[in-house]
């Protein structure tokens, strides 16, 4: 029962950083109908500014946190206005080849200043581990958890009572109706970029004082992409509840099945349940059925 318990909590500390990160790919769905595969490459820009900050140049983590996050909206703005502006009124295809695209030459540039060797962050959090009963918990996950909710209650009350979270709503309900009201859409297509650079780099930066940084946590943009999708590309809550079911499964499936089968599974489960679920639910598990009349 303890070791449960220890997965059980491990999968739903990761799993949370996926659903943050997931919100990411359903804020850009839904404004512009579009999948950004150059998600796991912001997620690794904004972690390796913070790095770069706090071991090389002694800033405080917490203010180095906030440099990244800056550079960060700042990126994913400038990457909606220069590369992705002009795709818009073209085939969706177009938008998502452009990211494609865009995740090449940012790996690229990632690769040019910071190489591939594994950096580590200086010691953040306290080392001295947390124990509730039989379980123990480093508080680096248990400090994690605890952001990732103080950042989706932070989004959750922007959308709802924000102006410009109102707009983002009205916007990703009805383009047209939107721009009649007065909403430059252009904006709110530029806010929710700098938006999903935003979360992508706080996940990014938790996971890289968890895990450590190197080019292969870009990889993460790939594995919540399942998350995503299984939630429902169009839903927010979606999104958490299919981050915290991804995190639990996979870490059940590394810490009971990858050593009967010596691994691998982990890496493949959350797929599997995407594929499972989609022939079930094609929109996933929150997403809003579209139907068209001709």
Same mark, same amino acid.
């Given at each position: 029962m303890a070791f449960f318990l220890q997965m059980l909590?491990?999968?739903?500390?990761v799993g949370s950083v996926y659903a943050l990160v997931a919100l990411g790919f359903v804020l850009i769905y839904k404004s512009s109908d579009a999948i950004n595969f150059a998600q796991?490459?912001?997620l690794l820009i904004g972690t390796y500014v913070c790095l770069t900050l706090v071991a090389s140049y002694n800033v405080p983590f917490i203010a180095a946190l906030l440099l990244a996050l800056a550079f960060s909206a700042l990126l994913g703005w400038s990457v909606e206005k220069v590369v992705?502006?002009?795709f818009i009124g073209k085939p969706v295809i177009s938008m998502i080849m452009a990211t494609i695209g865009l995740s090449s030459v940012l790996a690229g540039i990632v690769h040019i200043i910071w190489g591939h060797e594994t950096r580590v962050y200086p010691p953040v959090f306290s080392e001295k581990p947390l124990q509730f009963g039989e379980v123990i918990i480093a508080p680096v996950y248990a400090w994690s958890f605890v952001i990732v909710m103080i950042w989706l209650i932070i989004f959750t009350l922007f959308f709802k009572y924000s102006r410009f979270g109102i707009a983002m709503r009205a916007t990703a309900d009805d383009q047209q109706a939107a721009l009649s009201m007065g909403i430059s859409v252009k904006t709110i297509f530029a806010i929710a970029w700098a938006i &999903? &650079?935003?979360v992508s780099a706080v996940g990014g930066v938790l996971l890289g004082n968890i895990n450590g940084v190197n080019s292969s946590l870009s990889l993460i943009g790939l594995k919540v992409l399942p998350v995503a999708i299984l939630g429902?590309?169009?839903s927010i809550p979606g999104a958490i509840i299919g981050g915290i079911f991804i995190g639990i499964i996979e870490s059940m499936t590394g810490g009971y099945l990858d050593p009967l089968v010596g691994g691998g599974?982990?890496?493949v489960i959350p797929f599997v349940i995407l594929v499972i679920i989609l022939m079930v639910k094609p929109y996933?598990?929150?997403g809003k059925k579209e139907i068209e009349r001709v």
């Open positions: 909590v491990t999968g739903i500390v796991g490459e912001f992705l502006r002009p &999903a &650079a935003i429902g590309l169009d599974l982990k890496e996933g598990l929150f």
